[in-house]
């Protein structure tokens, strides 16, 4: 598996860089399949991202935008990744771009799981885009080191969907899309900023357990090259 770097000046050269090839990736998905899809991470680096991406001039209605992982909480909730794409990324042009939230006002976070799951099978695989994060613990998507279902959660023989996951790192109960329905989107992207987090990349890009940093899985074994998008 490959991995290419491309480093930006600072993080608005970086959005709009990155908005530049998503917004390429998701246009020719749409000229070619008649729709596109893109799954999307939370946390505090992408909103600058969104911002930019929802200002470029693509057939938004003909595109599906989901979530990477979502904590359990509502969308009324400050620590929700569906406000925060709510609020940065479904404005403008990208308003019209039809939106599957993983979180559902079920029961438990495994029956928002099931729902979420179930609502999200119905967009075509892979995904055009996914663009993951990772935090200063070597996480990526919800698959926290520690976590209840890690294990499961990046055997890339567990079927594509939604899954929840609890860890000491993580706050609230998380709900976050397997391994095997990320890491061969056609367009994989690894979004991150700061000079602690090339720090953190490095240590991930050498020797170690992925349960010690779950971003090993992507950096290890995903099918499509990753795109690594980084400003100081
Ligand atoms: O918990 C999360 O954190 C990561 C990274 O967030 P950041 O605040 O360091 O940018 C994010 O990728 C993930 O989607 C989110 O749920």
Known sequence: MSTTL????????LAE???DAVSAALAT???TRGTASIAVSGGSTPKAFFQALARKDIAWDK???TLVDERFVPPESDRSNHALVTANLLQGPAA???FLPLYHAAASAEDAAGLSSKATAKIGTPFDVVVLGMGTDG????FFPGGTQLSRAIDATTPRGVITMEAEGAGEPRLTFTFSSLHD????VLHIEGEGKKVVLAKAEGPGDEAEMPIRTMLRR???PLQIYWAP
């Open 29 to 31: 998905g749409i000229a």
């Open 139 to 142: 996480h990526t998507a919800s």
């Open 96 to 98: 019209k771009a039809h």
């Open 17 to 19: 860089g990155l908005a």
């Open 63 to 65: 595109v599906t935008v």
């Open 222 to 224: 995903a099918a499509s």
């Open 6 to 13: 491309h480093t930006f000046d600072n993080g608005a050269a």
């Open 185 to 188: 989107a056609r367009l994989l």
